[in-house]
């Protein structure tokens, strides 16, 4: 059974300053993590993902380190930007089939100008 | 484009009262899922289905039911709603694991 927990409801930066968003998941016998972004009345995009044979990946602004020994990914945002304000969800896979995903309660990120 | 495609975005009902939130997607995915998001609690999921035929329970599945008839269609059904459901429901749709998203359908059951 696959447990996520982002520990962190919301988490505010200025413009400008690195964002750090958190999650911790139980079971590590998958091949990815990602993380997904929403917008309000969007719904989630996908937005980065890593695999488990690597400890970053990434993407422009967007980079997500995977700490398989200590059951964590984080993803950071550099530098972050007003549009950047959103929930982010991290979310692993469940086991049940080969799409299913577990997402943890989110994080709202506030990027201040 | 591509897309996943909800409706209603917005319904309001009222307890007892049979619904179905339409989903309907255009790339051809085979797999389709149902989650709902609630404050606190994150993005669970109702319902998924692998392909045309083959539906099975996710994690919150008590009051809902789905059908596969054909590969772009994955309704939800709400027998009979009530005030628990109040949720807003996201369907999805993927051919790996980055999942398309509607936009949503906020259901009020009063």
């Known amino acids: 059974d696959q447990q996520v927990k982002q520990n962190s409801p919301s988490l505010s930066v200025q413009e400008g300053r690195i964002s750090i968003l958190n999650c911790d998941y139980t079971?590590?016998?998958?091949?990815?993590f990602l993380w997904y972004k929403k917008y309000p009345a969007e719904g989630p995009t996908f937005l980065i993902s890593i695999s488990s044979i690597k400890d970053k990946n990434e993407d422009g602004r967007f980079t997500v380190f995977l700490n398989k020994s200590a059951k964590h990914l984080s993803l950071h945002i550099v530098p972050s930007q007003p549009g950047d304000s959103a929930v982010y969800f991290c979310a692993v896979p469940s086991g049940a089939g080969s799409y299913q995903l577990t997402f943890g309660k989110g994080t709202k990120l506030s990027v201040i100008p | 484009e591509a897309q996943v495609t909800q409706n209603p975005r917005y319904l309001i009902t009222v307890t007892g009262k049979k619904l179905t939130v339409t989903c309907s997607q255009n790339?051809?995915?085979?797999?389709m899922s149902w989650y709902r998001q609630d404050p606190g609690l994150g993005l669970r999921q109702i319902y998924y289905s692998m392909n045309v035929e083959v539906t099975d329970k996710g994690d919150v599945p008590e009051g809902y039911k789905v059908s596969r008839k054909e590969k772009r269609n994955f309704p939800l059904i709400l027998e009979s709603p009530s005030p628990n459901q109040t949720s807003l429901y996201f369907c999805?749709?993927?051919?790996?694991?980055?999942?398309?998203f509607g936009s949503g359908t906020q259901l009020s059951v009063l």
């Open positions: 079971n590590s016998m998958f091949d990815y």
């Open positions: 999805a749709s993927s051919y790996n694991e980055k999942l398309f």
């Open positions: 790339m051809n995915h085979e797999y």
